[in-house]
């Protein structure tokens, strides 16, 4: 078995990786990340139409758009959707939800608590931790700065 150096296995690694294509691949993942947002601005648009108010009805489209990219996580269709729309899946707050949906059905066959409970939070963790975290940071710099 010979050695393999840096230069070897980055040409190995190019001969196997699948060739992209970005003149295709950025603008469908462009139109698919814009198609989300905006069915989340139509959601928006119809509960403040409905009366409700802005931080009602923007934590109900959020609610919404977590819940549609769970059901479709789960029916494996999310994952379709991906494969053809590559990165405008990511957009924020569908692609979190999918990930840590992803998680827990990985996890499911190891138990509800060691699995799903303990997995789920892998990737939940990190993002509740930074989150507190800049949020009282933040608000410190609020509180003794901004009045």
């Keep these: 078995m010979k050695n393999i150096t840096p230069e070897i296995y980055s040409e190995m690694s190019k001969k196997a990786s699948p060739k992209s294509n970005t003149k295709v691949n950025v603008p469908v993942a462009f139109l698919t990340g814009g198609l989300i947002c905006s069915i989340g601005a139509i959601l928006l648009h119809i509960f403040k139409s409905g009366g409700m108010a802005e931080t009602t009805a923007s934590a109900w489209t959020s609610v919404i758009l977590v819940g549609i990219s769970s059901v479709l996580t789960g029916f494996g269709k999310y994952e379709k959707i991906a494969k053809h729309a590559g990165a405008g899946t990511l957009v924020p707050i569908t692609g979190f939800s999918n990930a840590i949906t992803s998680s827990a ?43």
């Design 105 to 147: 059905i990985e996890a499911k066959s190891e138990g509800f608590v060691l699995g799903v409970g303990a997995k789920i939070f892998t990737l939940a963790g990190p993002v509740i931790l930074y989150g507190c975290t800049a949020s009282v940071i933040y608000g410190l710099i609020y509180y003794f700065f901004g009045g």
